[in-house]
């Protein structure tokens, strides 16, 4: 029992370790470096303002793009298990 107690308390203590790493991680990442370099290439990153004028179209192309992967599944689906047939089509 107290061996179980002591994997409790180091699984609680990685979870917290990961989440203030992850938290701190993001925020200084986000902020300090990611803001500097995105302002830097104006050409490359868009502005808040100029991705909304593109998103419509971003989102209607990925549909397009699953739909056709999609299709392109069930042309080559040869039956038998779910996860083999995936498997082999990532493959």
Do not use: H
Request: glycine share 10%; with cysteine.
């Amino acid at each position: 029992m107290r061996g179980r107690m002591r994997m409790n308390l180091y699984v609680l203590l990685a979870r917290g370790v990961r989440g203030v790493f992850c938290d701190w991680g993001c925020r200084v990442w986000r902020d300090a470096v990611v803001e500097e370099r995105v302002s830097e290439i104006p050409a490359v990153y868009r502005t808040q303002e100029g991705i909304k004028s593109v998103m419509p179209a971003g989102m209607a192309f990925m549909f397009v793009a699953m739909v056709v992967l999609t299709v392109i599944y069930a042309m080559l689906y040869r039956g038998g298990s779910g996860i083999v047939e995936g498997a082999r089509f990532v493959r």
